[in-house]
């Protein structure tokens, strides 16, 4: 299976129990995601006097964003099937490239916060605002999150090889990302595509 | 740390994508993404349909991935992170679905001015302590409004401070009209919106003074206006 | 400079009320005591090897213990300190609280109650029995389990971190009622330490729940399917998968108040389009739900109860198990019944009305089963079936008006009155506290290897019912003649006055019976020869915990039992206890990063309160640090032998044949309290005269 001996019983089933206890992690995640979808559907529309998300948003790089990270699901997937295979370079590659994918779509995400910002619309301003920061930016931190998790995880497998372990840090990972896409693909929709119907 | 015995039945089976279940995966979260953006942007339906549409296209989209991406399903038995997965799902609607439902509710209660006003005029309470409530103290005319073949006749009404308004909904179905152009929903004296059974009427106190646009919100093409003098 | 090292903390921060003072000299006297002690006794490595870090669920729950004893006794002076209030406090007397003073005091006895007293208590019985019952080894994650127990611990601390600095805490009532407890009107650091400590503890809940959760699913003994699993791990269960429901929805709700407090968010404001009810409605869809966490593991452990001590199986196993499974799925969808008058329409507070009067169903389906499984069943009535009876009698005077309370229209009239307060502690106290009771003495045997001192433990039984009885039936008689919750003055001429006297009583009698529970524990180590449980089975119970040794070894089982049946145990019993084979066993190893992690949530915890922002950050970074370090480390167990474990199991046999021997000498009786006060006037007469002092 992987490059070591093969896992005996008792750690495939630890591998099991790890793997299903970081579902429920997931699962209490998307519970709090839920809190913060609830507040932005009653708070939307209060932007008390100011402008609305269709005046705010620009949806051709919510959309980039939303492919950026689409893509990066995707290499993290292929990641993972290397992984499972034991081909080190390749989980690397993949990896590396799911990194960088994430980066940049920090970046953007970067970028809008900041001129909203600049000019003016910050989280202070009303309802609606703090609803969508704290919505988006709490999507972010989990990015971040993520990013810091990949890079440290190919660190130790530069350093370590690619091991058994790893491979189970690696499916946690690769879950992890892609629940930040599906939760993302809500966001796009409930808040950016919504704000433009 | 259980021993070996245990779970003798349950091998591991084939839980893991190839490549091709990515693929796959991955052209169908495309497609379903770009579908609701060119709807969006072309604004090919009606507001409450459009949003139902991409709602629903969101959701397509999470079933996709779930089942391509984190292949639920496919690990070992007995599957208890599916178990789990539909209880949030379940759990999540509850969350989202019962904070709008009570809400919305309250906001349609309870808006303060919009109450207090809705309360004045109900019963007819013109004053407290001197100030006026807004609400009319006499009734002058009367004007009736008829929808019926998914038309409103007359389309404009002229009237004056406290007259009323009647709706008349000759049409086969309910209509729910709400105030201010399609989308807006806006109130006017401290109605948000007035449900109309067919066949039934509903009449309003023009007790604000300017022009207002209602429309119905089950089909917003039936709509009029109506502008109240001093 | 200053401001950036220390935030908001300046002079005006240090204690200098009676109240602050007081508490801080009784937080720092009592860490001191603990460091004198600890350093006399040459016990500081002890400590850190066999308790801080330690992985062992056993010793977590009986840390759980420790922190949720003393918080008990913390919430109870403010219980007297209400009480006493409330009944000098009418017409022109004031009391010796001030209003601001008062409103501090019902918010920390309810955060108190409820976090730091029920949550851990029932934590505790989880962490020691369910591994047991399930005829596990360890947990599914002894990690979130240490650090679960870590950060409650760091949360207990932060709750009364104000003593020694703020001088305050949240005077808004224990959810904080958004827009009360906004900035504009709460601006003091009350509410941030109210905040953080509830974030601490509830992420820690968090985790250990997820944990419980793996470990119900993922490692019961062979043979035990769900079907088969004792009831008690049921309600563990039940009460687990909804803390994992709930409690990420508090931890978002405190975070968007955090928000509104530190960045100046509009989410619960009255202003910039905010909405304080929607705060209103989110924590109540973890507030209603928290109630039953801890009521179904209480449900869990009388069915044990009930069953052992009338020598009978439960009437209905099904119905049972199907009664906590209803009664958890409809506590999601009852929440709208905590603010019935906050002006929703007609048609939602008729729904939530009636899923709340739903609820009953499943519940008086239980109370049925316990009943009909007594009938005919051949009664022991020990400590743990009187609390089981206290507990049906309080439970369904509360039950009932509780009904009561969820048809709107009386809910009007009720709403924010005593009679509700009555009810909720009907329930509280009645179920959660009198199951806890009934669990501690019906395991302690188990937990120490001595039987808990029959004698006094009634007396603490009847002391804490009749107590309960004086509170709190005057209580619901003055919530129908008008009286509200938190009240610190009235007038004499409501007539109330009488009834709260006869609530002061009440508690005092309360006070009485805990200290006997108190007393009762030091007196059976006293007599621990006498006491000391020789059988290993006091009870002639039925489930897996009982088929080990008492207290149970780290490794809890040298076999792991096969289960066929409900009553495991029981089963065993009677086809004879299969012979022990010795095998290796995987034993996870001690681990200090829970306790660290904990310690800088802790920190980050009290920089956001207090505005620290390099504090923030730094310790921020320390548990990421921590916690990649931790989960990179690849060797978190070590294998122990077959033959080790045959050396200490025949070291354990050996030592157990000398106890029993010492127990079959000893033919004294349990002793009452006028005993037990002898015994420690000739201790202390001893010490005085002997001059045994000096030693120390």
């Known amino acids: 299976m992987v490059n070591e001996q093969t896992p005996t019983h008792h750690q495939a089933e630890a591998d099991d129990r790890a793997l299903f206890g970081f579902w429920i992690y997931l699962m209490t995640d998307l519970l709090m995601f839920s809190v913060l979808f609830a507040v932005y559907a009653v708070l939307h529309d209060n932007t008390d006097g100011g402008k609305t998300g269709k005046e705010l948003f620009d949806l051709n790089l919510a959309l980039t964003g939303t492919i950026i990270l689409l893509v990066s699901s995707f290499t993290c997937g292929v990641g993972m099937i290397a992984a499972r295979a034991g081909r080190k370079n390749q989980v690397l590659t993949w990896f590396g490239l799911t990194f960088i994918l994430g980066l940049s779509f920090l970046a953007l995400e970067f970028n809008e916060f900041s001129i909203l910002i600049r000019e003016g619309h910050t989280i202070q301003s009303n309802a609606f605002l703090s609803s969508f920061f704290a919505l988006v930016g709490t999507h972010g931190l989990h990015i971040i999150a993520g990013l810091l998790w990949i890079a440290v995880t190919l660190g130790y497998i530069v350093k370590r090889g690619l091991n058994s372990n790893m491979v189970r840090k690696l499916a946690m990972l690769s879950l992890f990302w892609h629940f930040l896409d599906i939760v993302w693909i809500f966001i796009f929709t409930i808040v950016y595509l919504r704000a433009f119907v | 740390m259980k021993d070996s015995s245990a779970n003798d039945s349950k091998k591991p089976i084939k839980e893991h994508g190839t490549t091709s279940s990515y693929v796959a995966g991955f052209v169908l979260s495309l497609i379903f993404t770009i579908i609701p953006y060119y709807l969006v942007i072309n604004h090919k339906f009606s507001t409450s349909a459009l949003i139902s549409t991409i709602i629903s296209f969101g959701i397509a989209q999470m079933i996709v991935q779930v089942v391509f991406f984190l292949h639920l399903g496919r690990g070992p038995k007995p599957f208890y992170n599916i178990v789990f997965f539909f209880a949030t799902v379940g759990l999540i609607v509850v969350v989202i679905g019962g904070s709008v439902f009570i809400m919305n509710n309250l906001h349609y209660n309870m808006t303060p001015s919009e109450a207090s006003k809705h309360l004045a005029e109900k019963e007819a309470i013109y004053q407290v302590e001197g100030t006026l409530t807004g609400a009319c103290q006499k009734i002058l005319a009367n004007h009736v409004v008829t929808i019926s073949g998914g038309k409103v006749t007359p389309h404009h009404t002229d009237a004056r401070l406290c007259d009323t308004l009647t709706f008349i909904n000759q049409d086969s179905r309910v209509s729910i009209i709400t105030f201010g152009p399609h989308p807006r929903h806006e109130t006017y004296s401290g109605e948000s919106e007035l449900t109309v059974k067919k066949g039934k009427n509903k009449t309003i106190t023009l007790n604000q003074s300017g022009m207002y646009q209602y429309h119905d919100h089950l089909d917003p093409t039936i709509a009029g206006d109506f502008i109240v003098t001093k | ?696």
């Open chain 3, 1 to 696: 400079m200053k401001e950036f090292l220390l935030g908001k903390i300046n002079m005006d921060s240090l204690p200098h009320e009676w109240f602050t003072f007081g508490g801080s000299l009784a937080f720092i006297g009592l860490g001191l005591f603990l460091v004198i002690v600890i350093t006399r006794l040459k016990r500081w490595n002890w400590l850190w090897k066999e308790w801080i870090t330690t992985v062992d669920p056993k010793k977590i729950g009986i840390m759980y213990f420790l922190v949720s004893g003393f918080m008990l006794v913390r919430g109870g002076l403010e219980t007297l300190m209400i009480w006493l209030q409330q009944s000098f406090s009418v017409d022109k007397s004031h009391g010796f609280l001030t209003a601001d003073h008062f409103q501090q005091i019902f918010t920390a006895h309810g955060n108190i109650m409820v976090f730091f007293v029920a949550m851990g208590f029932i934590f505790g019985l989880i962490n020691y029995i369910v591994p047991l019952q399930i005829g596990a080894r360890d947990l599914a994650s002894p990690f979130l389990n240490t650090l679960g127990f870590w950060l409650f611990a760091a949360g207990a601390i932060m709750v009364s971190m104000f003593f020694l600095l703020g001088g305050q805490y949240a005077a808004t009532g224990w959810l904080a009622v958004a827009p009360l407890s906004g900035k504009e009107f709460s601006p003091g650091v009350g509410v941030d330490y109210w905040i953080w400590s509830l974030q601490i503890s509830g992420i820690g809940t968090t985790l250990g729940a997820i944990n419980f959760v793996m470990t119900i699913l993922k490692m019961r003994a062979p043979g035990m399917s769900l079907g088969k699993m004792p009831l008690f791990t049921w309600g563990a269960f039940c009460s687990m998968i909804m803390a994992v429901a709930v409690f990420p929805l508090l931890t978002a709700t405190l975070f968007l108040m955090f928000f509104d407090r530190y960045l100046g968010a509009h989410f619960f404001t009255t202003v910039g389009g905010g909405d304080p009810m929607m705060y209103t409605n989110l924590i109540w869809m973890w507030g209603h739900p928290e109630v039953y966490i801890l009521m179904l593991p209480c449900f869990g452990i009388f069915s044990e109860v009930v069953s052992t001590f009338s020598r009978k199986p439960i009437a209905s196993y099904k119905s049972n198990v199907l009664g906590m499974i209803g009664v958890s799925t409809f506590a999601l969808s009852v929440w709208l019944h905590h603010f019935f008058t906050m002006g929703a329409g007609a048609d939602v507070n008729a729904f939530f009305g009636v899923m709340t009067m739903i609820i009953a169903i499943p519940t008086s389906a239980l109370v049925f089963n316990w009943i009909a499984t007594m009938y005919k069943g051949r009664i022991n009535f020990s400590t743990p079936m009187l609390w089981f009876l206290g507990f049906i009698a309080v439970f369904s005077i509360g039950g009932m008006s509780g009904v009561l309370l969820a048809i709107p229209p009386a809910d009007f009239q009720l709403h924010n009155s005593l009679f509700l307060v009555a009810h909720f502690h009907s329930m509280v106290i009645g179920g959660v506290l009198f199951g806890v009771f009934c669990g501690i003495s019906y395991w302690f045997p188990k937990f120490t290897g001595l039987r808990l001192n029959e004698r006094i433990g009634r007396y603490a039984f009847w002391f804490w019912t009749i107590g309960f009885c004086l509170s709190f039936i005057p209580m619901y008689i003055l919530g129908l003649m008008g009286a509200t919750r938190r009240l610190d003055h009235y007038d004499s001429s409501t007539g109330w006055r009488p009834l709260f006297i006869v609530m002061l009583v009440g508690g005092i009698v309360i006070a009485v019976g805990l200290a006997l529970q108190i007393v009762q524990i030091i007196a059976t180590f006293i007599q621990k020869n006498h006491l000391r449980d020789t059988t290993g089975d006091p009870w002639n119970a039925r489930s897996l915990e009982w088929a080990t040794a008492s207290p149970p070894p780290f490794y809890n089982f040298t076999t792991i039992p096969e289960v066929s049946s409900i009553d495991a145990f029981w089963e065993m019993k009677h086809n004879g206890i299969p012979e022990t084979k010795y095998q290796d066993i995987h034993i996870p190893k001690n681990t200090a990063a829970g306790f660290y992690i904990s310690c800088f949530a802790f920190l980050v915890g009290f920089a956001f309160v207090w505005e620290i922002v390099w504090l923030a950050v730094v310790s921020i970074i320390g548990i990421i640090v921590v916690f990649i370090f931790r989960g990179f480390n690849d060797e978190p167990e070590y294998i122990l032998t077959a033959r080790e474990v045959q050396d200490l199991e025949e070291a354990r046999t050996k030592k157990h044949l000398e106890r029993t021997k010492l127990a079959n000498d000893d033919d004294t009786e349990d002793m009452g309290v006028i005993d037990f006060i002898k015994i420690v006037i000739s201790f202390a007469k001893d010490i005085v005269v002997n001059k045994r002092w000096r030693k120390w």
